[in-house]
C-alpha cells in the first residue's frame, strides 16, 4: 500500500481511470481508447458522470491470466467521450 505524507496507509484505487489502466496494461492512452471506442476493450468499463472508470480487480484478474469478460461488458464506441 502507499502511504500519505503523514504516514497513513493508503488503499490502492479501486477503480482506474482510462490512462491509469493503459498503464498496468503496458500499452498506449490511444491504444486503449481505441479498443472502447471499436467494443474489443477486454475489461468492463462503468461510466461515472461522464468519465470512463475500469474496476482494478478487473485489470488484476487480467494480469494474473484470467479470461477477460465477453465484450458486451464494455461501452460502445457511439456514447464513447473522452473527458
Same mark, same amino acid.
Given at each position: 500500500?502507499?502511504?500519505?505524507?503523514?504516514?497513513?496507509?493508503?488503499?490502492?484505487? &479501486?477503480?482506474?481511470?482510462?490512462?491509469?489502466?493503459?498503464? @498496468? @496494461?503496458?500499452?498506449?492512452? &490511444?491504444?486503449?481508447?481505441?479498443?472502447?471506442?471499436?467494443?474489443?476493450?477486454?475489461? =468492463?468499463?462503468?461510466?461515472?458522470?461522464?468519465?470512463?472508470?475500469? =474496476?482494478?480487480?478487473?485489470?488484476?484478474?487480467?494480469?494474473?491470466?484470467?479470461? =477477460? =469478460?465477453?465484450?458486451?461488458? $464494455?461501452? $460502445?464506441?457511439? $456514447?464513447?467521450?473522452?473527458?
Amino acid at each position: 500500500m502507499n502511504q500519505t505524507r503523514t504516514g497513513k496507509q493508503r488503499r490502492p484505487k &479501486s477503480l482506474l481511470s482510462v490512462d491509469e489502466a493503459a498503464i @498496468l @496494461l503496458e500499452t498506449t492512452r &490511444s491504444t486503449a481508447y481505441r479498443a472502447l471506442s471499436k467494443g474489443t476493450f477486454p475489461l =468492463p468499463v462503468i461510466r461515472l458522470g461522464g468519465r470512463l472508470r475500469i =474496476p482494478r480487480a478487473a485489470v488484476d484478474r487480467l494480469l494474473a491470466g484470467a479470461c =477477460p =469478460p465477453p465484450a458486451s461488458n $464494455s461501452v $460502445s464506441g457511439s $456514447s464513447l467521450a473522452k473527458s
